[in-house]
């Protein structure tokens, strides 16, 4: 497209950040200035600069790491975001600075007690009573501000059922918790505040919001756009198909659905509503295309991370699990565009509206970072290390940039000076690896020192950190809900319970874990959302005889397709906001449009090797289930938008909807009847003509 136009149509940075704050709460922090706006950078700095450290070189203790962790965490939301909507965006407020300074000793108490702490056996004393219950507040007002206030209220609703268990009726019953065990299972254990999902927090999720962030500033976000318009702009409907493809990339960039909607939304949202598409439904193409952006491998939404550690497979196994689903997902939105796109007529764009294909292509080599991180993930290197490697990647392929040439003659000397040290370690005795690591980034040093652009990389530890607060409030707050789960056996009894309601039917059991995660996912974020429902309701799942993964991906998936499920769908109010559209509108037509998220999940969980995961040579039958799963996308998206080759009558619809489902169930007989009601579809289409029935099709708006 060309800039004139890219420009007319693109929203600017300061209203995109406005939409993001108005429908994210994890965006809407404080804009500072002066001595404190220096002191917030620098505390962010630091912060990504320690994770660097203990990533790569790092011995320490669990709980100390996880403390500091949630400390630097604590500190800086407080200073970062505002109490309310009316609290100044450009001041601090008094009170923060006392909640700040809290916050420091909540994470510094483990580090200078730890010894005592240990000793004491799980007694906890009147100092370390006031400790605890000063971080299970301060981190319930952190997640209040950075996340919202529903997953606060849960949270408080499981404390209050800890402690008044007694008086709860039937399955609900249990002992009870009082004050002072309660405090010390929440912060003095690692099944609390410090458990699991802060730690999966502390390591994994941050190093990958800093590659995020790294590939920001690579300028991979803009490219992933020119790269979709290369791709798809001059098909039918091709804007939408821009912003399909263009949001299936951003996905490795942004971890939420509001602000990837936001990113590539500004430039595609307004491309499409010109050429024909209405607001509605504009709004909708992209709400749902940036949503499954979270379930788009190689790099998916920090729950992901978190389901290593929950069912303890590799990070690649996950990955390679979401391949097919995120396939599908994506198939079954670019079908229906491309149906809609024909039934009302609408072109592609024209020869001048396209980016030079030889530049795009030209910069095929910015693509390089997310290669290298697929290659680093499957060699079998941990998740640190591939995310470590993964971002002194990007910095080196933004050295490459055109207009950075002239820089690159740093390199030459950084290299020389690199061959030495690398020598000098190794004949030291210093693993060759923790010498190649040492190797890359004085190389990378050296050569920003050298670099008018070396602010990139600062900038770029600056936002990873500051992306990093809402993660850390929500997966301390969903500790609290995981703590109580454990202490009360809750998690046995729901799922025991879920079961027994269901009749101890699966697909019963499927359909109410289903509405417990659209429902958790309306007010909680991806991540409290995954939490909980793979500790409430995946064990209701895995009773029925369900494997780990199939049922915490299902779980996983619904949570996140909340963002678009009406009537609370802020993906999509987001995607109103740029488009002018009808907020539930668009929300409805976006959830039409990802009708196949709302399937895949049940088709995994009763054919499991549509994840890659335990195959047993048998490829040939995933092969099938695939292709007949994507003829079953074609056929209901037919039925769905109603046109095919032609518009079709409302039996033609029903049929091709009933076809498709046939079709997209894992077996053989269900296969083969499929396709012959798809092939007699088709051959209805082409001996019936329709063509009165045609929509004429419209002239492009000037």
């Not at 939408?240 to 996905?251: H, M, P, R, T, Y």
């Not at 809750?490 to 879920?498: D, E, P």
Request: glycine residues 8%; hydrophobic residues 55%.
């Amino acid at each position: 497209m060309s800039d004139k136009l890219a420009q007319a149509e693109r929203l600017t940075e300061e209203q995109q950040q406005q939409l993001i704050e108005k429908y994210d709460s994890e965006s809407n922090f404080r804009r500072l200035a002066g001595i404190m706006s220096i002191i917030v950078f620098y505390g962010l700095l630091a912060f990504s600069i320690y994770q660097l450290y203990t990533a790569t070189y790092g011995n320490i203790p669990t709980q100390i790491h996880r403390s500091i962790h949630l400390g630097f965490g604590l500190v800086l939301i407080f200073l970062l975001f505002p109490a309310s909507k009316k609290s100044s965006r450009t001041k601090i407020a008094w009170y923060d600075y006392i909640l700040a300074i809290l916050g420091f000793v909540v994470g510094a108490y483990w580090p200078v007690m730890y010894n005592d702490i240990i000793a004491q056996a799980g007694q906890i004393t009147t100092l370390d009573f006031i400790v605890g219950s000063m971080a299970i507040l301060l981190v319930l007002e952190a997640t209040r501000r950075t996340v919202g206030l529903p997953i606060v209220i849960i949270a408080v609703a499981f404390l209050a059922y800890a402690y008044w268990g007694r008086q709860m009726p039937g399955f609900l019953i249990h002992p009870g918790v009082d004050v002072d065990t309660l405090v010390q299972s929440l912060f003095f254990t690692t099944q609390g505040i410090l458990g699991t999902p802060i730690g999966v927090s502390a390591t994994y999720i941050f190093l990958f919001l800093l590659f995020g962030a790294f590939l920001v500033k690579t300028g991979v976000g803009q490219y992933f756009n020119d790269l979709a318009l290369v791709v798809a702009g001059r098909r039918i409907g091709g804007p939408a198909k821009v912003a399909i493809f263009s949001s299936a990339l951003q996905g490795t960039v942004s971890g939420s659905s509001v602000a990837n909607v936001v990113t590539s939304g500004s430039f595609t949202i307004p491309m499409m509503k010109r050429l024909g598409y209405s607001k509605n439904f504009a709004g909708a193409v992209e709400a749902s295309s940036s949503t499954g952006g979270q379930i788009m491998p190689p790099i998916m939404g920090a729950a992901a991370f978190l389901m290593v550690e929950f069912i303890g497979v590799s990070y690649w196994t996950i990955a390679k699990a979401a391949i097919i689903p995120a396939i599908l997902y994506f198939s079954g939105i670019w079908i229906m565009t491309h149906f809609e796109a024909k039934r009302t007529g609408l072109r592609g764009l024209q020869q001048e509206e396209m980016p030079n294909k030889k530049e795009v292509i030209k910069n095929l080599y910015l693509l390089l970072p997310i290669l290298a991180m697929v290659f680093y993930l499957s060699s079998g290197l941990s998740i640190m290390r591939a995310a470590i490697y993964g971002i002194i990647t990007c910095i080196l392929v933004g050295l490459l940039r055109k207009e950075r040439y002239r820089h690159l003659y740093p390199i030459v000397f950084a290299a020389a000076f690199v061959a030495y040290i690398v020598y000098g370690a190794v004949t030291s005795g210093i693993s060759i690896e923790t010498a190649l690591i040492v190797a890359a980034l004085v190389t990378v040093i050296v050569s920003y020192l050298f670099d008018e652009n070396f602010i990139d990389t600062i900038q770029a530890l600056v936002e990873g950190a500051r992306t990093a607060l809402s993660v850390i409030a929500a997966t301390a707050a969903a500790g609290i809900i995981v703590a109580v789960v454990t202490k009360t056996g809750l998690g046995l009894s729901l799922a025991n319970s879920l079961v027994d309601l269901a009749n101890e039917k699966l697909l019963l059991t499927l359909f109410f874990t289903m509405i417990a995660s659209l429902i958790l996912g309306m007010g909680a974020p991806t991540t409290a959302n995954y939490i909980i429902t793979s500790t409430i309701a995946a064990p209701a799942i895995i009773l029925l005889g369900v494997n780990d993964l199939s049922a915490h991906m299902f779980v996983f998936y619904f949570g996140i397709m909340a963002d678009i499920t009406p009537p609370v769908a802020l993906a999509a109010f987001a995607a109103a906001g740029m488009s002018g559209g009808r907020p539930i509108a668009t929300g409805v037509n976006a959830a039409k449009l990802a009708i196949a998220a709302f399937i895949i999940p049940y088709m995994f969980v009763l054919e499991p090797r549509l994840l890659l995961y335990d195959i047993d040579g048998n490829y040939l039958h995933v092969v099938w289930i695939f292709i007949t799963a994507f003829l079953g996308m074609i056929s209901i998206g037919a039925g769905i938008i109603g046109y095919w080759y032609r518009k079709l009558y409302i039996v033609e619809r029903l049929l091709a909807v009933a076809g498709g489902l046939v079709l997209i169930y894992p077996e053989v007989w269900s296969g083969i009847t499929g396709i012959i009601v798809f092939a007699a579809l088709i051959a209805i289409q082409y001996f019936v003509k329709r063509s009165e029935w045609n929509v004429p099709v419209k002239k492009p708006s000037s």
